[in-house]
Nanobody
Framework: QVQLVESGGGLVQPGGSLRLSCAASRASRFTSVYYVIGWFRQAPGKEREGVSCISSRDGSIYYADSVKGRFTISRDNAKNTVYLQMNSLKPEDTAVYYC?????????????????WGQGTQVTVSS
């Protein structure tokens, strides 16, 4: 009942920037009033990591320590889209980035709590 489509990934040099987008569509009859959209990433051989998330209830935000000060999450309610602006990118940011949806307003970086996932977009930081 919720569909998520990511876009904006690509190849960028260290120190560069990318903006990821997550367009969400949901059948309002079947979903909760409040929800959280999260961004996760997964590098080869590593566990999926919660990067950032934002609550629809009050716009509260979480960032992982590894991206604080470099990444910014934002939302455009009119477009049902959540963005992840990534600046000062490092090679260790290379991963497949996913957006995900969970019901309720509580922020969490635990992937197990998210109910719907996008297909992912590759981000590669390399010179």
């Amino acid at each position: 009942q919720v569909q998520l489509v990511e876009s904006g990934g690509g190849l960028v040099q260290p120190g560069g920037s990318l903006r990821l987008s997550c367009a969400a569509s949901r059948a309002s009859r079947f979903t909760s009033v409040y929800y959280v959209i999260g961004w996760f990433r997964q590098a080869p051989g590593k566990e999926r990591e919660g990067v950032s998330c934002i609550s629809s209830r009050d716009g509260s935000i979480y960032y992982a320590d590894s991206v604080k000060g470099r990444f910014t999450i934002s939302r455009d309610n009119a477009k049902n889209t959540v963005y992840l602006q990534m600046n000062s990118l490092k090679p260790e940011d290379t991963a497949v980035y996913y957006c995900a949806y969970k019901s309720g307003s509580r922020l969490t970086a635990s992937a197990y709590e998210y109910e719907y996932w996008g297909q992912g977009t590759q981000v590669t930081v390399s010179s």
